[in-house]
Every structure is written in structure tokens, then in C-alpha cells.
């Protein structure tokens, strides 16, 4: 540890106290693995699930145009903020955060930045589990040919079926939860290290297949015209709002995940460089699955705008129609299940380490701890379709409700106050050090663009979500 940032953390108290903290936590034990562990926090339901269907919905080549140019403004500065901090503070991000505070002469109220970014990952994962326990359902049914010769009234009624049965819900969601609590229970290397090794190449491969299946079997010309070929008269203002934000959330930002992710990564790894790869990756997942979907949906004669509602009713006809479709299908919702299990991994490791950290908890307690207030929490979202369906609060159930709080508020509030504590509070040449980019026109533009640009996209992110604009 001999670069500039390490030499700079003398004002944290050390070097070599930093070093020790450091081992204690345990690392990654390269660079390759932090994209691997970063690439499966991003990769999730948001790529496989929403971005095929929202791309449907807002004229396919256009959308996905200006998604694009999102992630370069939102997406790639923020995350590379949110792993900076990670790696300098070196704890959980409301005590990464408050440490940086304190390095630069700064009220450590900041810390809420780090604080809030940990209660909204918990949050968004309390439902989470429910919707990855959907796909994890449709794996024996779609198997087993329920949907073979289909239409939309009978896929729709499986659907709703598994949505009125509070022990189908609890039991898959219970599953997957159970799964992501072993995994993170044996530390960085021992569960999430060695984990993501097996799974991110999984879903590569599984959608690599899939891609290859749709190209032989699919309209697949059709798809990649529909999402290659921009055609602006199909593009709204809405649309490039719906573009700002999905770039800001894909990357799982404002949610302490990459964060503490950063925290694991070693001194002299390029944040920038390997941030910039995770984003490649990211946007590649979601595009393969959009030629992974696309063409089935076109070449059954369905509607690529056909919502939420694309992956668990309008494909499903797809498969009961096609040769192969029962296995295909499996396969599909496998790679569905995997990529919820990388991003709840990710998702629940703020709070685990926050408790390890704050409160001297071992890890195996924290787990525990963790995992039966995820739980408890996951019951109201699975009762949100069936028990509790008629209990509303603003017009809203308990699952619309954490999904609206946290989708809509406390991730692009978290993503704000993160860029500006970076650009704002943070003393420029401290950052400089400590992001690692070494090109003094390169790192100039990251620095206006993290102080003007993504906080100005953020707010409108904000805004509109929020329905103000």
C-alpha cells in the first residue's frame, strides 16, 4: 500500500492502522472479483425484468439511445463516487461516510448519506425476496408445461394464482432469502467471493444460450431493429425521465451496496476503470436479455409493450408456443433466480456489516439478526396480493407502498446527498488521490460532471418519479 490514497490516510489515523482494518475486514482477493461481485449487485431483476418491458413500452432503439448516454451521466460518475467511498473510509457506509466527514473538517450528519443508503438497501430487499420467490416459482411450473398452448386469460390466471397463495409466496421467498443469508454468513471470500465466481458466469452463460436459442427460433431481425434502430418520433420527455432513472437504479446506487463492496476493494485497483466495466457489463446484461425476449415475443405475435406483467404472463405463452419452450422456460427463470441472488447478496451486506461494525456483533449473529427482520418484513409484502390485498394506505399496499418509498425517494435522495458530499464536501485533492485517475483532464471532467451534471439529473430523476414534473 504504498500509492497516493494510502499515503493520504495518514489523516485517518494511519496507514498502518488503515491496513490493519483493513485485513480485519477481509478483501477481495483481486480485481476481477470485485467486477464480479459489482457486475452481480447490478445485474438483477431491473435488467431481466424491467428494462426489456420499459424499453417495449417507450419505442424500443430511441429508449435505449438515451439510456445510454444516462449511464454515462448518471450511472458511471455516481458509482464511482459511492466505491471511492467505500474504499477510503473503509466500514460500512454510515461509517465510511461520517470518517470522511471528519478528514474533511465536516459535520459527520453526513454520515446519513452512508446511513440511508443501508436502510433503503434492507428495505428494497424486504420485497425484493418476494418478487425473486415469483421466478423462483415459475421454475417447476414452467418445467412441468402448464403453459404449453396458453393464451393470455390462462397465463394471466397462473399468474394471479401464485399471487393468492400467501404459502407459496412465503415458502419461495423464504427460499431465496435462506439461500442469500448462507452465502453472506461465511464473509467475503469464503460466501460472497466464492459464490459470485459460480454465479455471474452462470448467467452469462444461461444468457448467452438463450440469445443463441432466440436468434434461431425467434423473429430476432425484428428485435434487433426494434432495439437498435432508434426511431424518435416514438420518444417522449417521459421517456428520457424513464431513461434517467432506470440508468440511476440498474447500477444498484443509493442502496449502500457498492459502498461496502468498495469498502472490500484492494489499494491500487483503477476504481474508474473497473467502475466503467461494471457499467459495460451492466448495460450488455440488459440488452442480451432484450434479444433474449424480444425475438419470442415477436415471433409468437405478442406485445413488447406489454408492461410488468411482460416476464410472468406475456412470456410464458411465448415458451408454451415454441419447441423446446418448457426447458427454455426453466432455463429462462433460472437465470431470473440468479440474478435476484447476486443483486440480495449485495443488498443485505450493508446491514450486516453496519451491525458487525457499530454494534460488535459477530457475523454469524448479524446474519440471524438480518435475516428474521428480512423476514418479518417480507410479510407484509407477500400479503400485500392476497390477506392484506384491501389494506391501503394512500391508495397503496404494503408491498406499492415500500416500493414507491424507496424507488421513488430514498434512492435518488441517498444518490444526491452522495454526489454532493463528494463533490461538495470532500476536499478536491482528497478525492483526486483517492479515485485513482491520473489523467488531469480526464479526472477534471468526472470532477464538473459529479458536481453539476449528476446532481442536476438526479434532481430531475427525482422530480419526476415523484410526480412533480
Known sequence: MTDKSSIAAGTLGGASVRTQQSAARGLWSSRWVFFLAATGSAVGLGNIWKFPYIT????????????????????IPLLMAE???????????DGAVARLAREAGANTKWRIAGWLGGLTGFLILSFYLVVAGWALSYIPTTLS?????????????VFNGLLASPMRLIVCGTLVLAATMLIVGFGVRGGLERSLRFLMPGLFVLLLGLVGYAAVTGEFLQALE??????????????VLIALGHAFFTLSLGAGAMMVYGS????????????????????????????????????????????????????PIAFGQMPL??????????????????????????????????FGLSRLKAVLVSGGLLWVLSLGSVFSFNLWADYQLFGKTFFDSLDYLTTNWLMPLGGLMTVLFTGWVMKEQTVRDAIGIRHGGLFRAWWLLLRFGTPLAIVLVFLNLSGLI
Open 83 to 93: 466505491v471511492m467511498i467505500g474504499r477510503r473510509g473503509r466500514q460500512n457506509p
Open 226 to 239: 426494434f432495439l437498435f434502430v432508434p426511431d424518435f418520433s416514438a420518444l417522449t420527455a417521459t421517456s
Open 264 to 315: 472490500y476493494l484492494p489499494e491500487g485497483t483503477s476504481i474508474a476503470k473497473t467502475s466503467v466495466l461494471v457499467a459495460l457489463a451492466d448495460t450488455v446484461v440488459a440488452l442480451l436479455a432484450g434479444m433474449a425476449i424480444f425475438p419470442l415475443v415477436f415471433g409468437n405475435g405478442l406485445e413488447p409493450g406489454a408492461g410488468p406483467g411482460l416476464i410472468f404472463v406475456t412470456l
Open 56 to 75: 417495449g413500452e417507450n419505442g424500443g432503439g430511441a429508449f435505449v439511445l438515451v439510456y445510454l448516454g444516462c449511464i454515462l451521466l448518471i450511472g
Open 325 to 358: 419452450g418448457q426447458v427454455v422456460g426453466g432455463l429462462f427463470f433460472v437465470m431470473l433466480v440468479i440474478a435476484a441472488l447476486t443483486s440480495a447478496i449485495s443488498l443485505s451486506e450493508p446491514s450486516i456489516a453496519w451491525m458487525t461494525e457499530r
Open 145 to 157: 408445461g402448464t403453459f404449453s398452448g396458453v393464451g393470455g386469460d390462462a397465463s394471466g390466471e
